[in-house]
């Protein structure tokens, strides 16, 4: 197929709008003028039950009661009258969602919010000049919901807040700027509700001094009633050195730390370091926005110059934090680590090469705001690099620091990126994992392990416990927490207990969960300090562009009927294994290979994407794939042009860094997980060709119609969605018919498919079956050479009918399906081109393995 035809082909695609996905909170708003269509409208599907109206009824009352106002208002002008009677026709549309009482200020068209009184939902128009810093301040103040082109979602809640307290902006502030940029006046219940949220939070700090942890405020009144709390006493150590009484209690008081000016290593204003006073001078002419949002000068006031502090003890540390932030009173966590003189220092620092890109800089500005390190969560798309964020925060700090991740790959991973960055030694850096026990060389250092290594308590080796000893009998500076949102609640509860850090930082790209373990993340790490916007980021050529398509596949009779027959997980098997998902399959990979994309195709289940790789001739790689031909297979698809395609099982999820890659396929996946549709998209948002002229990067999804999957496709999406990603629906390929080659064009080769997915196991049936995926990771890095072994071998169960055991069934399919794998493990060892006598000598080897195999 030419180019040319192929261009046309994409343009052919038969895009078709669904509702959008929380259409049903919507309905369509219209002209005043015709408030009242004749009939209802062919989109009120969209209308939500609770609000669908009966037209007809609605007329003749409204009607009824034009007239009664007509009478009861003679004094009224036709002007007011007819003005009485619009707000009455909008509140009849609108219910209970009616906020005409809402009095628009006289310049509301240059003002671009709109702020809901009764639950905190504020909208802003993206499209306003001043979009752009509104977002900034959006951002700091509350939650996004839905950032899509024109209009963007954000919510005020009770945790936002305490994150905006926590980067330093003051309650009056918030109001303010909300109040400037609103189009109507702040809603007075809102403004009551930010006051409530914020006139305690920041004032309560919880410092690490000398291996113990202690609350401290400059308010001891507040600690006073802290210390009513019964969790909070129960918690409590009486120090010995307790020197104040106020009110009865002891407390140590201490002089408030000294704040400064505080640069972030490798940002742009490293430079002005010198420049200080002249900058400060400049100050006041910074604009509204950056002197609320920006993080200068922006610290949280101390009422008293004095500090009074109770100690608690480490073990309840994460109840007292709970309790606290249900009490109101979240605790801040600070770390003053240019005054702490008791931890030895780290030299690190980027390398001069290393440049930090502005999200990276703006991100770490939250961090690092008041001249200390707050602990917090950076949330940044997938694959904009979060990783140098981290480096980059340690490299400020300049303490020992303790890096978890949620595999022994990312280890490696993260290992290799410190030494690319910056300019620690090998010997600083140690990894802790199953395979290795290293300590770093001298007083301070870097250790990166994984969660599951610190968090374990049972069965472990005396080199391991000693490893543990060496982790939990000092103080970290720095604790960086990769991956923070798969990490299980409980898990997290044991690191944070047992790790001594002064400061944490959480890394994620989706700070979502299908349960609602994800608010937990706000007091055991802290607030979100800063959420990237992935739409701008891809504007700006820092993640590629990608196109979503979800391709809608119809079931064959055949395989529709036994799907409806089954009632067990089969059924997964079934909508995975459709021979018209087979098609759409090939044809996608055939059309993107001849635009020389490189495509990853992705099936969490494990039978399905053998069945696909080997019938269409492509490597995979899934968690039972050994290590070293999972490298080979991602070598090829690296640097050989014969190699466009791989197929991956959700060992590839995350951790993979194949910039190569520019087009993905997922035919099978984890129900209707958002995390997962998010990581699989981040695969290729580092597309390297990301910033050539009109690149798109392409993402489909292969969906059986009229099957379960269609309902979860909906839900995995929404993340996505809300992030401003558009998914179009395809509901045929155009030219896919007439494509040569088709795989089960006839329907035989369906039914004989259909008899292989009968015939399988159950547990190959069930989506994200590939239990042989050892640690949920795979070995992405090319460069790094010390990936483990797989630890797990591939075990192969299958169940077979007794003519399939006599090997007279499926002949054409098996025949057919003949791994790539094992070509390209032969094209490795170039057994294909050797010599006859060392083809002999390797006969006689395997026919000599094979002999040693036979029972004796
Ligand atoms: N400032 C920078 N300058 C140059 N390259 C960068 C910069 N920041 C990130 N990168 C590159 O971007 C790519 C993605 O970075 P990284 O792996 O840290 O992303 P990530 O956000 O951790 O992704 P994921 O969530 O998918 O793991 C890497 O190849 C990294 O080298």
Redesign the pocket.
């Known amino acids: 197929m030419s180019q040319k035809r192929l261009a046309e082909g994409s343009s052919r695609y038969q895009p078709f709008k669904r509702p959008r996905r929380n259409e049903d909170e919507y309905m369509e708003i219209q002209d005043e003028d015709d408030v009242i269509p004749p009939s209802p409208p062919e989109h009120s599907s969209l209308v939500p039950k609770s609000a669908t109206i009966n037209f007809s009824a609605l007329t003749r009352k409204l009607a009824e009661a034009k007239r009664a106002e007509d009478l009861s208002t003679p004094d009224m002008s036709p002007l007011e009258l007819h003005r009485l009677h619009q707000s009455k026709l909008v509140s009849h549309i609108f219910m209970d969602q009616d906020f005409s009482f809402m009095h628009l200020k006289p310049d509301h068209a240059s003002r671009p919010l709109w702020i809901s009184p009764d639950d905190g939902l504020i909208i802003l128009e993206a499209f306003s000049p001043i979009a752009e810093q509104a977002q900034d301040f959006l951002t700091a103040i509350s939650e996004p919901v839905s950032r899509p082109a024109f209009i963007h979602e954000y919510k005020l809640t009770s945790y936002s807040l305490y994150a905006a307290v926590s980067v330093g902006l003051q309650t009056e502030d918030i109001i303010e700027v909300l109040n400037r940029l609103s189009k109507v006046p702040v809603p007075e219940p809102i403004i009551s509700h930010i006051r409530k949220c914020t006139e305690t939070y920041g004032k309560v700090k919880l410092v690490l001094k000398h291996n113990k942890y202690f609350v401290e405020s400059s308010h001891p009144d507040l600690l006073q009633k802290l210390l009513r709390d019964a969790t909070i006493q129960d918690a409590r150590v009486i120090s010995v050195q307790a020197d104040t009484s106020i009110k009865g209690n002891t407390f140590t008081t201490s002089k408030v730390p000294l704040k400064g000016s505080l640069v972030v290593t490798g940002t742009s204003k490293e430079g002005d370091r010198s420049n200080d006073a002249s900058a400060k001078g400049k100050s006041s002419d910074i604009d509204l926005f950056t002197s609320v949002v920006g993080v200068e000068g922006d610290e949280i006031e101390e009422d008293d110059d004095n500090v009074h502090s109770f100690e608690i003890n480490d073990t309840k540390i994460d109840d007292v934090k709970k309790r606290c932030n249900e009490l109101n009173s979240p605790m801040l966590e600070e770390y003053d680590f240019r005054n702490d003189t008791v931890n030895a220092n780290l030299d690190i620092d980027l390398k001069p090469a290393?440049?930090?890109?502005p999200y990276?800089e703006t991100s770490l500005s939250k961090m690092f705001g008041n001249g200390r390190a707050r602990s917090g969560i950076i949330v940044?798309?997938?694959?904009?690099?979060?990783?140098?964020?981290g480096i980059t925060a340690a490299c400020t700090i300049k303490k020992s620091c303790l890096v978890l991740c949620t595999s022994s790959v990312?280890v490696y991973?993260w290992r290799a990126?410190f030494l690319?960055?910056s300019n620690i030694t090998d010997r600083q850096i140690a990894v802790f994992t199953a395979d290795q026990k290293e300590k770093f060389a001298g007083e301070s250092g870097i250790v990166v392990s994984t969660y599951s290594m610190v968090a374990n308590t049972h069965n472990r080796s005396h080199e391991s416990k000693k490893m543990m000893e060496f982790l939990t009998s000092r103080e970290w500076g720095f604790l960086l927490l990769?991956?923070v949102h798969v990490v299980p609640a409980a898990m997290f509860r044991r690191v944070v207990t047992t790790i001594k850090a002064h400061s944490k930082l959480g890394?994620?790209?989706t700070l979502v969960r299908e349960d609602d373990k994800i608010a937990d993340l706000n007091y055991m790490i802290g607030p979100k300090l800063y959420e990237a916007n992935w739409m701008d980021l891809a504007a700006k050529g820092?993640i590629a562009n990608v196109q979503c398509a979800e391709v809608w596949c119809s079931m064959t009779p055949e395989f529709y009927h036994e799907y409806l027959r089954e009632q067990s997980r089969k059924r997964a098997l079934l909508y995975c294994m459709n021979p018209n998902k087979f098609q759409a399959c090939q044809y996608l990979i055939n059309y993107h290979e001849e635009r020389g994309d490189k495509i990853i195709v992705f099936s969490d289940n494990v039978f399905a994407l053998e069945a696909y790789a080997k019938k269409l001739g492509k490597p995979y790689i899934h968690g039972g794939t050994g290590q070293t031909e999972r490298m080979r297979v991602l070598q090829h698809f690296q640097h050989d042009p014969a190699v466009s395609t791989i197929f991956l099982s959700k060992v590839g999820d995350?951790?993979?860094?194949l910039?190569e890659a520019t087009c993905l396929i997922q035919i099978s996946s984890h129900f209707g997980s958002r995390r997962q549709e998010a990581?699989r998209l981040?695969?290729i948002?580092?597309a390297k060709r990301r910033n050539d002229e009109g690149f798109n990067a392409f993402f489909y999804s292969l969906v059986s119609k009229d099957t379960q999957e269609m309902f979860y496709s909906t839900k995995r999406q929404q993340f996505l969605i809300d992030q401003g990603y558009a998914f179009k629906v395809i509901t045929s390929l155009d030219g896919q018919h007439d494509f040569p080659n088709l795989v089960y064009r006839t329907r035989e080769e369906q039914i004989e498919l259909l008899q292989s997915v009968l015939i399988a196991n159950e547990a190959d049936a069930e989506p994200g079956s590939d239990v042989r995926a050892s640690e949920g990771d795979l070995a992405g890095t090319i460069t790094s050479k010390d990936f483990g072994p797989t630890r797990f071998p591939a075990v192969h169960r299958t169940t077979s009918s007794l003519t399939s055991l006599s090997g007279a069934q499926h002949m054409s399919y098996i025949e057919q399906n003949k791994s790539m794998n094992k070509a390209l493990a032969k094209s490795a060892t170039g057994s294909m081109n050797r010599h006859k006598l060392f083809q002999k000598r390797d006969r006689e080897k395997v026919a000599a393995r094979k002999e040693a195999k036979k029972p004796t």
């Open positions: 290393t440049v930090i890109r990276q940044l798309p997938c694959g904009a690099g979060k990783t140098l964020v990312s991973q990126q690319q960055w990769d991956e890394l994620t790209a820092h995350t951790s993979i860094d910039p990581q981040g695969r948002l580092r």
